[in-house]
């Protein structure tokens, strides 16, 4: 068995509109699914995707309304890293979120920045074999497109203490870095020494990793993580895919995924994300629901009319 890279990122925000306004508008990502959050319907649950809503790329935010700033910590993560073609794409982006108004650091051939709430992102020029995961926007060129997630860095300050863990899930170290690589796809872990002060979960901050597991083999990765001293979650059924949950040693919590059945199970490919998808377990509180999360614009959808 196989970890196949990253399956997607789950952080907070306390704004919605701006969120959707920045990771669609500005930096060309596809909302592949409007939903809320399965422990707590009175919230949004949104998920960013490329076109064909692939694991690989699907960064999502839970919306807590007018939730204060978060501090990544010692066992959070802080930075997700993204993949990008070649040089040219990295002056693209430093171009483009300028004129965005968004502050950027570049050394070489990495350019770093955050998002309006300080969730930090760097763009990378990686040398991969993956296929790169790619959303459609008019005024960003495919070449330059965001190609998926590369790595996420996390604050850690015994990172020798999930060794054991990570080694029985497959993960292989070199470099320090930890690296899960399934035989289509393969992220990175870094762990860093932690930023002074304690970290506190709030907007701007990353909540989970997960991870791609094929299907048939999620029963066998939870029994791996007892195995290598985890304690996993039973296995929950979030509708697009399946989930467990765990804290790896060192804090983060990770999740393990399933590829299927997909953002499409419940409305086409060609429109999702553009009505507010609630799984069937909820769907008796669908009005509710409604009356409480506030009306969003996507700006895809708004370019259209």
Same mark, same amino acid.
């Given at each position: ?149 590369? $790595? ?104 393990? $995924? ?48």
């Amino acid at each position: 068995m196989k970890l196949d890279g990253i399956h997607h990122i789950t952080a907070i925000t306390a704004d919605a509109q701006r969120n959707v306004d920045f990771y669609v508008g500005v930096l060309g990502l596809r909302l592949v699914k409007k939903s809320v959050n399965q422990d707590d319907p009175t919230v949004y649950h949104l998920f960013y995707g490329d076109e064909d809503a692939h694991p690989g790329l699907d960064l999502t935010f839970f919306e807590y309304p007018g939730a204060a700033p978060g501090r990544a910590g010692d066992g959070m993560i802080h930075r997700v890293v993204w993949r990008v073609a070649g040089p040219a794409a990295i002056d693209f982006w430093a171009d483009r979120l300028a004129n965005a108004g968004i502050e950027t650091q570049r050394n070489g051939d990495n350019l770093l920045f955050a998002d309006p709430e300080g969730l930090d992102h760097e763009l990378l020029v990686a040398d991969v074999s993956d296929a790169p995961l790619i959303a459609e926007h008019p005024e960003i060129p495919s070449e330059h497109a965001l190609q998926g997630f590369h $790595a996420v860095r996390a604050f850690s300050s015994q990172p020798d203490a999930s060794e054991r863990l990570l080694e029985t899930l497959g993960f292989t170290s070199a470099e320090g870095r930890w690296e899960a690589r399934g035989d289509n796809r393969g992220s990175l872990l870094f762990y860093d020494e932690p930023a002074a002060g304690r970290g506190i979960q709030g907007a701007g901050t990353v909540h989970h990793v997960a991870w791609t597991s094929d299907d048939e083999d999620h029963e066998a990765w939870r029994e791996r993580v007892e195995q290598g001293g985890g304690h996993p979650t039973p296995v929950i059924d979030r509708h697009y895919f399946r989930s467990i949950y765990f804290r790896e040693p060192s804090g983060v919590l990770f999740e393990i $995924a399933t590829r299927s059945p997909g953002f499409t199970v419940d409305e086409p490919l060609e429109h999702l994300g553009e009505k507010l998808s609630i799984p069937p377990f909820l769907e008796g509180r669908r009005t509710e629901i409604e009356a409480t999360v506030r009306p969003l614009e996507n700006p895809r959808v708004a370019a259209r009319s």
